[in-house]
């Protein structure tokens, strides 16, 4: 796979392989030939394994039915990919055995009197086949089950005696309750809001409105809303369509929260606005740093906050500084450089679609401080 950079940008270049799980896949044989890297079959479930073109393992993401269910690192004894969470992780160690074919061609270039024959002679090819077995560590999130409010996977029958309600834990938070009427998306309100609080973080920010008597607004879903969810001044919580109820858009506000709340800035006024913004695309983008170990030429889907849409001219330095502030993509930063942090988000407003500077959002305030990712690395460990 060689993916095409563009300018400034290097080519992406890996070897991916994968295993196909199901039977149904192999029945349209020709499907195979039409999976690719930038075209996953919905259907397809499986492994899809990453190689540098060295052939050094990269990582393998599990698919089910067309989706990423899990990633999967090699196991060489080393730490779980990062993520900042207070649940457990469920291991196990697996084993892949593959094989392949080697072919090789034989030619001879003989002598003959003094010089040598300029044409090599072909003998013939042989091969043989060969196996390699590979051992992975796959593992699984298990939620602790606190947060309160039972729910069931199944988005059920609709039937009114089942009509689920907000948990326990919302309902103290948002004292208005919702206007959402339809079970399934309660439903979901309930599993974003339960994930939400196996983040470490995000369940700080959870505790200390409880404790400190902060409550919010109501929560609905306005599809006439720009954008995929907000908070308001209100503390009302609006989701701009029942597909954007998710853990990461709740993550999203959370970090607002803490912004307003434990860091104590008026994230409402203009001059703080974008800064706000960018402060939670720097935090996302420096734990994927640390997810990739710093090494930017493995895959990622991630999106980063200073290059991107078609504009590349940052990339290099901003994955350098990335670099930096994470000691090369293995701690969280305990702070961030007040001039470093103006000079990204300067630039971060020209890349962003969502927070443009031609949308009116504003980087120019030199007294906004990142005070979240201090409060963060304060409280929260890499596992
Ligand atoms: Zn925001």
Redesign the pocket.
Known sequence: MIKPGSTNLRDREFIMGCLFGKEPFFIKRERFLLYGYLKKDKDFSGLVLFYDLAGQFINVWRYTGGKVTHTINFYEGGNIPVRLKSGYLSCTINSITTWYKVETEWYSIGEYGSGLFTEPEYNGSSYGYYTETYYYRQCVWVEDGTGGGAYNGGSGSGSIENQPTLNASIKKLFVKGTTITYGPYIESVNNAYNDLNNDCFSNYVTNYLLSHNITLGSIKIDETYLGLAGISSTNDLTFGGSEFITVENLE?EWI?LAQRYINNTNIFNASNTGMA?FE?ALISDILECINIHGNFDIYSEHPFACYGNGKYNHQKEYQDWLKSITSGGTIFPSSIVTGNFLYWANIFGDVSISYNKSRGYQYTNSYYKPKTISTISGICYLL
Do not use: D, G, L, S
């Open positions: 999203h607002h913004e939670i």
